[in-house]
């Protein structure tokens, strides 16, 4: 069984920083482009970072450039972001996500690219 597990969430001010972490089991992902995203209740899957198989390539939204980071470790199957200077807006639950095809980086900005999805992990960024 495919499972995507994150962690590292939590409750924060303005300023600080978290890193999550995204835990994948039951296959290697290392062969895939996976992501980030994040839902405030009420709305849409934003897309927030993407990384492609070997991590040469990241892709990051344009509100969290310059503050976020997004990495992995293909020997642990594991992707993280680094949140830094945290702000209000990027209070979400957080869900890591992983592409099924293999070497390949599609629309990597649209949810329905990925198959397999994370539970999620909430962020809570207080002023």
């Known amino acids: 069984q495919v499972q995507l597990v994150e962690s590292g969430g939590g409750s924060v001010q303005v300023g600080e920083s978290l890193r999550l972490s995204c835990s994948a089991s039951?296959?290697?992902?290392?062969?895939?482009?996976m992501a980030w995203f994040r839902q405030v209740l009420g709305k849409e899957h934003e897309f927030v970072a993407a990384i492609t198989w070997s991590g040469s390539t990241t892709y990051l939204a344009d509100s969290v450039k310059g503050r976020f980071t997004i990495s992995r470790d293909n020997t642990k199957n594991t992707v993280d972001l680094q949140m830094n200077s945290l702000k209000p807006e990027d209070t979400a639950v957080y869900y890591c996500?992983?592409?099924?095809?293999?070497?390949?980086?599609?629309?990597?900005?649209?949810?329905?690219?990925?198959?397999?999805w994370g539970q999620g992990t909430q962020v809570t960024v207080s002023s």
């Open positions: 039951g296959r290697s992902f290392s062969s895939n482009t």
């Open positions: 996500a992983a592409d099924a095809a293999r070497y390949y980086i599609g629309n990597y900005k649209f949810r329905g690219e990925y198959e397999y």
